[in-house]
T-cell receptor, first 115, second 116 residues
Framework: AQKVTQAQTEISVVEKEDVTLDCVYE???????LFWYKQPPSGELVFLIR????DEQNEISGRYSWNFQKSTSSFNFTITASQVVDSAVYFC????????????WGAGTKLIIKP | GAVVSQHPSWVICKSGTSVKIECRSL??????MFWYRQFPKQSLMLMAT?????????EQGVEKDKFLINHASLTLSTLTVTSAHPEDSSFYIC????????????FGPGTRLTVT
């Protein structure tokens, strides 16, 4: 079975603080893809990153960074120097090769950045 | 980048009527499209997978006679909510998978349905 766990339901920080959103996954597939999406209040999903299971390099994109660790089955997302515009719900998701291309979604973490 | 549109973006209808939601891939061909439903403060729930030219595959617990899906072309899939009831009010999101891609899915902006 495949599963994505985002244990943090809601996180609230003050602007300019760093914040890490946790994502733990389960899959029996050796080839899989992990994703992070942002969903602002408008509802439209915004793609942030895709990582395949063979690439464990950490990724940095501006204030965003991702830490992929297969040993702990985690794919955590860090926002540095958070801004109010970062307030949204963030979803972690997984596609396994045996899953008929279906995305397995985490429950989402609501991030509130207070000015 | 690949763009997926949904129409309408929001709709209000009366109980008992049917509503059709369109999902279009604007600049690529999509052999597979997915339909999701999202309740407030919850994650996306996959309703069905539609493949061009064949019947949709519905997830367990989703009524196929209530949520009719038609994927008539490589760029268009439609979801029709038949005999809508207030409990069908939700945010509906589609995604489209590119031909020859194992993982690349592009999401539409969503349709907010309110049934009164």
């Amino acid at each position: 079975a495949q599963k994505v766990t985002q244990a943090q339901t809601e996180i609230s920080v003050v602007e300019k603080e760093d914040v890490t959103l946790d994502c733990v996954y389960e899959t029996r597939d050796t080839t899989y893809y992990l994703f992070w999406y942002k969903q602002p209040p408008s509802g439209e999903l915004v793609f942030l990153i895709r990582r395949n299971s063979f690439d464990e390099q950490n990724e940095i994109s501006g204030r965003y960074s991702w830490n992929f660790q297969k040993s702990t089955s985690s794919f955590n997302f860090t926002i540095t120097a958070s801004q109010v515009v970062d307030s949204a719900v963030y979803f972690c998701a997984l596609i396994g090769f045996g899953s008929n291309y279906q995305l397995i979604w985490g429950a989402g973490t609501k991030l509130i950045i207070k000015p | 980048g690949a763009v997926v549109s949904q129409h309408p973006s929001w709709v209000i209808c009366k109980s008992g009527t049917s509503v059709k939601i369109e999902c279009r891939s604007l600049d690529f061909q999509a052999t597979t499209m997915f339909w999701y439903r999202q309740f407030p403060k919850q994650s996306l729930m996959l309703m069905a997978t539609s493949n061009e030219g064949s019947k949709a595959t519905y997830e367990q617990g989703v009524e196929k006679d209530k949520f009719l899906i038609n994927h008539a072309s490589l760029t268009l899939s439609t979801l029709t909510v038949t005999s809508a009831h207030p409990e069908d009010s939700s945010f509906y999101i589609c995604s489209a998978k590119q031909v020859d891609s194992n993982y690349e899915q592009y999401f539409g902006p969503g349709t907010r349905l309110t049934v009164t």
